[in-house]
Nanobody
Framework: QVQLVESGGGLVQPGGSLRLSCEVS????????VDWYRQAPGKEREWVAT???????AYAGSVKGRFTISRDDAKNAVYLQMNSLKPEDTAVYYC?????????WGQGTQVTVSS
């Protein structure tokens, strides 16, 4: 079992940047990939980005070119650098990883993009 703890959310103006962190308890390599999801008020949770153990990354079309996912294996952490933020990026952002077929989620961190 792993635990995921997000941090780094907050209030930012349109066009601004935030860096989210996901700290993974246990060996991060126990999961083949770590993802970021987000859920806006009144909407379903949606996938944002994935980073795999082999180093490949993937992004949702709505964030490609603005968000960058990365990992620090020595710190058992995954990051989401978010640039050129838009009001529609406002959501609770969740870290996710699957271990032995079980989905593991963090508690989420709120990101609000507003002037």
């Amino acid at each position: 079992q792993v635990q995921l703890v997000e941090s780094g959310g907050g209030l930012v103006q349109p066009g601004g940047s935030l860096r989210l962190s996901c700290e993974v308890s246990g060996n991060i390599f126990s999961m083949s990939a770590v993802d970021w999801y987000r859920q806006a008020p009144g909407k379903e949770r949606e996938w944002v980005a994935t980073i795999r153990n082999i180093g490949s990354m993937a992004y949702a079309g709505s964030v490609k070119g603005r968000f960058t996912i990365s990992r620090d294996d020595a710190k058992n952490a995954v990051y989401l650098q978010m640039n050129s933020l838009k009001p529609e990026d406002t959501a609770v952002y969740y870290c996710h990883g699957r271990l032995y077929g079980v989905d593991n989620w963090g508690q989420g961190t709120q990101v609000t993009v507003s002037s």
